[in-house]
């Protein structure tokens, strides 16, 4: 067979350079799946928590114990904002900061509707409430008594020997008292300066004792809360008995003091409902402070989260709040210097 001649290659014209190549393509950045898993398993959590604050609600077992790590939170998801950048995924980028962004405003501090103190100052109260630990701290809430001097104490988890403690030490000091008499965790005392009447108690399964004490002339309802804790199993106890405290807050008809260990923190929804149907103020919240961490004291873990707390009706201003260890008790008792206003 005859072959075809070969072809002579074709000389560019002289004068003229020669077609440069075609560049080749840019080689594909590469994408890490396994960090982007990552990245998204980091964000659940958070989400579901922010998502829960923005419908204000407290939701199944695990997310009431979880909100109370709500703020610490925004670690994993600033670390989950880094894998989805490192993975090099847009959509998750975005997804993460969006998580990041919420989770960040949800740990703010909660600010319910402004409520104005009016009047002028009455008398300055000094108002202290410690949960004692089955009555283990009853010692060092003595030494605090005696030092600090409050008018109003709040004592919760005061079993009987604890009472009956308390009440001998300051028998002159503190000579009003309204208690739910037990042993363990359902024993609470309430002392207070000022002659109390009216006495009455929240029904719950660990005491709340109130009582109406007159003070510079002002009926001032007194309520000490303890409602069960959120712990898997009672979550529907934890907020049937907190709703019995918001019941009685929004029923008050004057100054209302309403202090304890709520089991409880600005992050779930069954306490923020106490704030709003009362319309109350937390005085932590009012004094800056309302991520001061009161529990738990003892254990490998540090202290991540406040249970602790004194809600003030519109007649108070607060004046200054401090945090006190407790020797043998596993929160801080919390220690506010209240100015009693009337004459609106």
Request: charge should be neutral.
């Amino acid at each position: 067979m005859d072959r075809a001649p070969a072809t002579a290659p074709v000389e560019p014209p002289s004068g003229t350079s020669p077609a440069p190549a075609a560049p080749e393509p840019p080689p594909l950045r590469p994408r890490h799946p396994l960090t982007a898993w990552a990245a998204g398993l980091l964000l659940v959590v958070p989400a579901l928590l922010v998502g829960c604050r923005v419908l204000d609600e407290d939701g199944p077992t695990p997310v009431p114990q979880l909100l109370s790590l709500l703020p610490w939170f925004a670690v994993p998801a600033a670390l989950g904002v880094l894998l989805a950048v490192a993975a090099r995924r847009r959509a998750l980028v975005f997804t993460a900061v969006v998580v990041l962004t919420a989770t960040a405003w949800a740990s703010l501090p909660h600010q319910p509707q402004l409520v104005t103190s009016y009047g002028l100052p009455l008398t300055r109260v000094r108002v202290l409430a410690s949960n004692v630990e089955f009555g283990q701290g009853a010692a060092a809430l003595t030494a605090t008594i005696r030092r600090e001097r409050p008018q109003l104490v709040f004592v919760s988890e005061c079993d009987r020997a604890c009472g009956r403690a308390l009440s001998a030490a300051f028998a002159s000091e503190l000579p009003h008292r309204a208690s739910v008499d037990a042993d363990g965790s359902v024993g609470s005392v309430l002392l207070s300066a000022y002659p109390l009447r009216d006495e009455g108690v929240i029904p719950a399964a660990m005491g709340m004792p109130g009582a109406t004490a007159v003070i510079a002339g002002v009926p001032v309802r007194l309520q000490l809360a303890h409602p069960l804790p959120p712990v898997p199993g009672q979550v529907d106890s934890w907020r049937r008995e907190l709703g019995r405290i918001e019941d009685a807050a929004r029923d008050r008809t004057g100054p209302l003091l309403l202090a304890g260990d709520f089991n409880a923190s600005q992050d779930h929804a069954a306490f923020r409902s106490v704030l709003e149907a009362g319309h109350l103020q937390d005085a932590a919240r009012l004094a800056d402070a309302s991520r001061t961490p009161t529990w738990p004291m003892e254990g490998s873990l540090p202290p991540f989260v406040q249970i602790d707390h004194v809600l003030v009706s519109e007649d108070f201003t607060v004046r200054g709040i401090r945090f006190l260890d407790v020797a043998g008790s596993d929160h801080r008792a919390v220690l506010t210097d209240l100015d009693l206003r009337g004459g609106r």
